[in-house]
């Protein structure tokens, strides 16, 4: 089966720099990618997802990267704000199977 | 506005005493699903339903029930609750092949 997994459980990070999250894969044939943000005491929310016939997907301060080969993904937060702080979950599935989930990365916003 | 709602959104009860945990959601959704989250080990799926009256274990089903009846509602069922089924559920809704919308929670604690 699919195993999602982090490379850092927690990132922290100047305001105004970018961030990177980064996600590993383990079944090549996973084709759908989304990335998760968990504030405390609240649901994980949809950021931005991207399918495997793609490599790169924007959104407002945000890209997702998509490598197939090594089978990583990665989220790139431009310009992190304090707003940013959360933990940060990738998502990853393989047609109409469930959602599995990395365990999330805790990104710390210093002022 | 489109939401998941859970109720309660916190409960202490007591080993043995049976509980449901409601979940419904306005968007018309076809996917339902439950997960918990516990530290360290990030968010597992307990049961999903792809529609009415079709529902599936996911990676931790031991201990609970689920039925979907209507295409809004998904209750959790705990039938003889236990201290190991202390933790934060989530439930989640979706059209087929797009991102999960969450609700913000249930957190259960059992004595």
Not at chain 1, 81 to 90: I, L, M, T
Not at chain 2, 11 to 30: A, F, P, R, Y
Not at chain 2, 72 to 96: D, G, K, V
Request: net charge positive; charged share 20%.
């Amino acid at each position: 089966g699919e195993s999602v997994g982090l490379h850092l459980p927690t990132l922290s990070v100047q305001e105004g720099d970018n961030s990177i999250i980064n996600c590993a894969y383990s079944n090549s044939a996973s084709d759908y990618f989304i990335w998760y943000k968990q504030e405390s005491g609240k649901g994980p929310q949809f950021i931005i997802d991207i399918r495997s016939n793609m490599d790169k997907r924007q959104g407002q301060r945000v890209t997702v990267l998509l490598n197939k080969t090594v089978k990583h993904l990665s989220l790139q937060i431009a310009a992190t704000q304090p707003g940013d702080s959360a933990v940060y979950f990738c998502a990853v599935t393989v047609g109409n199977t469930p959602l599995v989930f990395g365990k999330g990365t805790r990104l710390s916003v210093i002022a | 506005e489109a939401q998941v709602t859970q109720n309660p959104r916190y409960l202490i009860t007591v080993t043995g005493k049976k509980l449901t945990v409601t979940c419904s959601q306005n968007m018309n959704h076809e996917y339902m699903s439950w997960y918990r989250q516990d530290p360290g080990l990030g968010l597992r799926q307990i049961y999903y339903s792809m529609n009415v009256e079709v529902t599936d274990k996911g990676d931790v089903p031991e201990g609970y029930k689920v039925s979907r009846k209507e295409k809004r509602n998904f209750p959790l069922i705990l039938e003889s609750p236990s201290p190991n089924q202390t933790s934060l559920y989530f439930c989640a809704s979706s059209s087929q092949g797009q991102p999960q919308h969450f609700g913000d929670g249930t957190r259960l604690s059992i004595l």
